[in-house]
C-alpha cells in the first residue's frame, strides 16, 4: 500500500517544480521580448510573498497557471530536450544550485525574510505586479541571493537586456524559481531523484499534467 504522507509530499514537489520550471520558462520569454502571461506571473509571485506556509496550496494557489512548467517538466524528463531547451536547463541548473546554499545560510534567509515582509507591507498600497514591487523582488535577489553562488548567465536579445525594466523582471522571476526550488527540497525533493527515481518523478508530472488537462 502506497504511503500517504509520501504521495502528499510527491505531489507538493511536483508542484513545486513545475513553478521552478514556470519560472526559468519565463525567464527565458522575457529575455527574448515574448509577452508573460499575466496570471502565471502574479502565481509565482504571490510564491514569493508566501514566507510562512502551511501547505503548498499556500504558496501557489493556482496550480493551473504552472502548466507551462508542468509540461517543460514533462518533456525534459522524457529526453525530449532541444537545443533551445538547453538554456532553460541551464537556468534551472543554476537556480537549484543557488537555493541549495541559500537553505544552508541562516542568515541570508533571515535577510531575505525581511526584505520580503517589507515588500508585504508595500503591497497595500501597490499591486502585485507594479513595477517598484517587481524592482523590490530584483534588489532582494540582487543583493541576498545572487552573492551566494555563481551568477546565473541569462541569454537574449542584448537589447533588451539592456533596458531596466526587463532585468528587474529577469530578477524577480530568478527569485521566484529559488522560492521554487527551496519549496521543492523542503518538500523532500533532491537533484539526485532525476537520475535514481527518474521514472517516478516522470510518472507524477504525467500525473499532474493529465489533471491540469482535465480540469
Known amino acids: 500500500m502506497t504511503d500517504k504522507t509520501s504521495m502528499t509530499s510527491r505531489r507538493s514537489q511536483t508542484i513545486a517544480l513545475s513553478a521552478m ?89 533571515g535577510g531575505l525574510k525581511e526584505k520580503l515582509d517589507e515588500v508585504q507591507r508595500r503591497l497595500t498600497h501597490f499591486e502585485l505586479d507594479d513595477p517598484s514591487i517587481i524592482q523590490n523582488f530584483a534588489d532582494c535577489y540582487s543583493e541576498i541571493i545572487s552573492p551566494l553562488g555563481q551568477k546565473i548567465q541569462v541569454i537574449g536579445n542584448p537589447a533588451l537586456l539592456k533596458q531596466t525594466s526587463v532585468q528587474h523582471k529577469v530578477r524577480a522571476l530568478l527569485l521566484s524559481g529559488v522560492r521554487a526550488a527551496v519549496l521543492w527540497r523542503q518538500m523532500g525533493g533532491k537533484r539526485r531523484d532525476f537520475i535514481f527515481n527518474r521514472k517516478t518523478v516522470l510518472q507524477d508530472v504525467i500525473s499532474f499534467n493529465q489533471e491540469l488537462t482535465s480540469n
Open 21 to 109: 520550471c514556470q519560472s526559468a520558462l519565463m525567464i527565458q520569454h522575457v529575455s527574448k521580448g515574448t509577452i508573460l502571461d499575466k496570471d502565471s506571473l502574479m502565481c509565482l509571485f504571490n510564491g514569493v510573498i508566501a514566507t510562512d506556509p502551511q501547505s503548498v496550496f499556500d504558496v501557489y494557489s493556482s496550480i493551473e497557471t504552472l502548466a507551462d512548467g508542468a509540461k517543460l517538466v514533462q518533456h525534459q524528463l522524457s529526453g525530449n530536450a532541444t537545443k533551445k531547451d538547453v538554456e532553460v536547463t541551464r537556468y534551472l541548473a543554476g537556480i537549484m544550485s543557488i537555493s541549495k546554499k541559500l537553505l544552508k545560510n541562516p542568515s541570508a534567509l
